[in-house]
């Protein structure tokens, strides 16, 4: 068991994945204000990276797990024009606010929602030519189950992209970001959302949540080739790439 699987939303009694699955459905009509405010929008430029890493490979079917409210299944849509991009989460009241954005778009015949659990998806073997994971990996409950299901359902060559939140490691953001990540960010989370224990859990999470090396060793341990990772803005968040 890795350290993110044991920091849990509310309690200790519950299963991680019921907790979280009721903590996105209650916040789940501020989450992208929230998004904005406490990235910065950096969050955009996040995104934007992650589905250039794909372009080369012109992705015809995609899975995006952990979806939300759908931000990332829209850039991708726009900038990758796959035949079909599906969108799984366990949060309903995440996936209502992403329907309606879609519908926005006029997207609604290339991107669809369904609830699923990443750990035991009902797809195929070899169906997807690419998944990815914005921000979700975190709040998985079981890592290595949820990466070798993100695994069995990509065809062979398939792409594996994954955004997580990290811990800055190097002075002077190290200090900022401990500051912000324990003051700011619960009390904008609070003021927002109206979930005391939500952006709590949040900054936890991600310094509970194995990065770098550690994160690029489980996802080869997951059947992946080919694990790279990299970096962004002095390390508030890390990509990582593997084949299948």
């Known amino acids: 068991m890795y350290g993110q ?6 309690d200790k009694e519950r299963k991680k994945s019921e907790q979280v699955e009721e903590m996105f459905d209650r916040i789940a009509h501020s989450y992208d204000q929230l998004n904005v405010t406490l990235s910065l929008g950096i ?3 996040w995104r934007r ?3 250039q890493t794909l372009e080369p490979y012109h992705p015809q079917h995609i899975m995006d797990v952990a979806t939300g409210t759908g ?10 024009k796959p035949a079909s991009l599906i969108g799984i989460d366990i949060s ?4 209502e606010v992403g329907r309606r954005k879609v519908a926005q778009e ?8 369904r609830r699923e659990d990443c750990t035991a998806l009902s797809f195929a073997e070899g169906q997807f030519d690419a998944v990815t994971v914005a921000f979700g990996v975190r709040n998985f409950d079981g890592l290595d189950r949820g990466l070798q299901e993100m695994q069995r359902v990509l065809k062979p060559s398939g792409r594996l992209v994954i955004l997580e939140l990290s811990t800055p490691t190097t002075f002077p953001m190290k200090q900022l970001y401990r500051f912000y990540s324990k003051t700011v960010m619960p009390l904008i989370g609070r003021l927002v959302s109206k979930d005391t224990s939500a952006y709590t859990y949040l900054p936890e999470s991600i310094a509970a949540c194995p990065q770098g090396e550690e994160m690029a060793a489980i996802i080869g341990k997951a059947g ?21």
Do not use: N, W
Request: charged share 25%; with cysteine.
């Open 49 to 51: 990276k992650a589905i």
């Open 43 to 45: 969050d955009r430029l």
């Open 106 to 113: 006029g997207l609604q015949e290339v991107i669809s929602f």
């Open 5 to 10: 699987e044991q920091v849990m939303p509310y």
């Open 92 to 95: 309903e009241g995440m996936m």
């Open 224 to 244: 992946f080739s080919e694990v790279k990772y990299e970096t962004l803005t002095f390390g508030i968040c890390t990509l990582y790439t593997g084949i299948k």
């Open 71 to 80: 931000d990332f299944a829209i850039l991708a849509c726009k900038k990758l």
